[in-house]
């Protein structure tokens, strides 16, 4: 009996005995052998999916930033696309007209027998009916420009930036829209529209800006609100200003075909990203402008 007990009580202290020093230090040396060798196999895809998502993330911005410019440029007031890319040492620059409807006015050769003409020969004519579905989404407003047969800068008075062929809104009533003034009689020679089409240029907007890196990444600004200047922006045309992409370079080219009525606009954008140690990508747009007015 005695030695019974005896070795029920060596069988529990072995039990309770644990591990050794040396079986821990030797668990503790495989799991990081082990460690070891699974970082090495998940490291560099690990990184390579990160690598991929950031350079997914900066191409689809720069995208984003080109297609908004591309929409813009589509919609311009004809002819009024100006590209400065020689007159500054450090920025390229880009300007237009913004628009955001359009529509035909009553003329007297297409037959009216009633109803309100646009004049181009009375100044103290105000006032003109609109054929056809009013301007809307957005809708014309009082302060908004309208704008008829933009023929472009060398083109005066068919130059939308002198204000020769740009008239203030004063009211709307119906499908009746009364003028400010009426440049467009007192332009000389009076340029009425061959197909009576006529241009609204928001008041909030008017013309617009974008100012972008030759060669040291910066930002690539947007500026509109700024009024009408004669000549193409050489510098910040001040107004209101927001960044449309960050760590940015471009290239820009603007040709015409002998017509002037159509013209290509490219634009290579190379964005590098500040956190990966400049790696850099690069995007690539043509736009197509129709400049008939």
């Known amino acids: 009996m005695t030695i019974f007990k005896y070795r029920l009580r060596s069988s529990a202290a072995r039990a309770q005995r644990g591990f050794t020093l040396v079986e821990a230090v030797m668990v503790m040396v495989i799991t990081g052998i082990l460690a070891a060798m699974v970082a090495v196999f998940i490291t ?5 999916y990160m690598d991929t998502a950031r350079r997914a993330e900066i191409t689809d911005a720069a995208d984003a930033s080109l297609r908004r410019l591309a929409r813009e440029v589509r919609l311009a007031l004809p002819n009024s696309l100006r590209v400065d890319t020689t007159s500054n040492a450090t920025y390229n620059y880009i300007e237009f007209i913004h ?5 035909r ?3 007297a050769s297409d037959g009216s027998t009633s109803g309100n003409v646009l004049d181009f020969t009375d100044n103290t004519k105000l006032s003109f009916d609109v054929l056809g579905p009013m301007p809307s989404n957005p809708a014309l407003v009082n302060g908004d420009l309208i704008v008829v047969f933009n023929l472009g800068p060398g083109y005066a008075p068919a130059d939308a930036y002198l204000a020769g062929n740009r008239a203030q809104v004063n009211s709307v009533a119906g499908n009746t829209i009364t003028l400010a ?5 007192a332009a000389s020679p009076p340029l009425p529209s061959p197909n009576r089409r006529f241009h609204v240029v928001p008041s909030t907007v008017e013309a617009v800006t974008y100012e972008c890196p030759k060669l040291v990444p910066g930002n690539m ?7 009408f200047n004669a ?3 050489t510098a910040a045309p001040g107004g209101n200003s927001a960044i449309a992409m960050s760590n940015v370079t471009c290239e820009v080219g603007y040709s015409q075909n002998v017509s002037f009525r159509n013209a290509l606009l490219y634009i290579k954008l190379a964005v590098t990203d500040g956190t990966s140690g400049g790696e850099k990508i690069e995007v690539f747009q043509q736009i197509h402008v129709d400049n008939s007015p």
């Open 99 to 103: 628009t955001n409807a359009g529509g």
């Open 181 to 185: 003034s009426n440049p467009f009689a």
């Open 44 to 48: 560099s895809p690990v990184k390579g």
């Open 231 to 233: 000549s193409a922006p």
């Open 221 to 227: 600004t947007r500026y509109w609100n700024y009024g």
């Open 105 to 107: 006015y009553r003329d």
